[in-house]
Structure formats: structure tokens, C-alpha cells
């Protein structure tokens, strides 16, 4: 391995903030609640860490300068990470493409989407290169 390659994680330090995030949420909640209840958990342990986020943040795609849809992001912390919230025990692709579409549209670099699985949290980091 390329000594170097520990230096191209995209957000390293902070996209660990996050993950350790939900594992807090998580090992305090468990498993079987609605995806509203994570993200509320979430906002709460994001506000106690000093991480700067938006909950439910807008977006709009436009097409020759007109708007012709709004996404909306579970969260976007500092302005530089997408973060998605599910329920579940894999990582369906429609979800997958969905946060590919919440790239996109932010112009952003990296999303995390993240499972609240029956055996822990899992996660996904997508590059948007």
C-alpha cells in the first residue's frame, strides 16, 4: 500500500466524526425504529459534537437555469458530506443511486449512507469524482 493513500480519504477526519456518530446512535437505540427517530438521535449527538449541519437540507436541480425538482438531503454536515439515513439490513441500489443523484446535484464530494441494520450499523462511503 501507498504510504500516501492514508492522505486521499476524501473528509477523513470529519467523515470519522460522523461514523462514530451513528455508532453512538446507535448503540444507545438499537435496532427496529423508524428512520425519523435515527435522525432525530443523529441531529442531537451532532449538535452535542459542534459539527455544523443542515437537517433536511434543499436542493434544487435546474435544467436551462429553471427548476424542475427539490431533493432533499437527510443531512449535510459542514457543507461537504451528504449523509443518508435507512433501515435495513442491505444496501438496495435505488438507494444507492439516490445519494449518486444527492452528489450530483451538490456538486459535492462524498456522501455516507448509512444502515440501521439488525446487527449494527453499516455504511457506504460514495465518491463523487
Excluded: C, W
Excluded at 424542475?68 to 435507512?86: A, P, S, T, W
Amino acid at each position: 500500500m501507498d504510504k500516501n493513500s492514508t492522505n486521499k480519504v476524501v473528509h477523513k477526519e470529519l467523515s470519522y466524526e460522523v461514523v462514530g456518530i451513528l455508532f453512538e446512535v446507535y448503540n444507545e437505540l438499537g435496532f427496529g425504529y423508524q428512520e425519523k427517530h435515527y435522525e432525530k438521535a443523529i441531529e442531537k449527538a451532532l449538535m452535542r459534537s459542534k459539527v455544523a449541519f443542515k437537517r433536511q437540507a434543499p436542493f434544487i436541480l435546474k435544467f436551462k437555469g429553471e427548476n424542475i425538482g427539490k431533493y432533499y438531503l437527510d443531512f449535510l454536515i459542514e457543507n461537504k458530506i451528504v449523509l443518508e439515513i435507512k433501515k435495513g439490513n442491505y444496501f438496495p441500489k435505488r438507494n444507492i443511486n439516490q445519494v449518486k443523484e444527492y452528489l450530483k446535484v451538490t456538486k459535492l464530494k462524498l456522501a455516507i449512507l448509512a444502515n440501521f441494520t439488525s446487527a449494527g450499523v453499516k455504511f457506504l462511503r460514495i465518491l463523487n469524482l
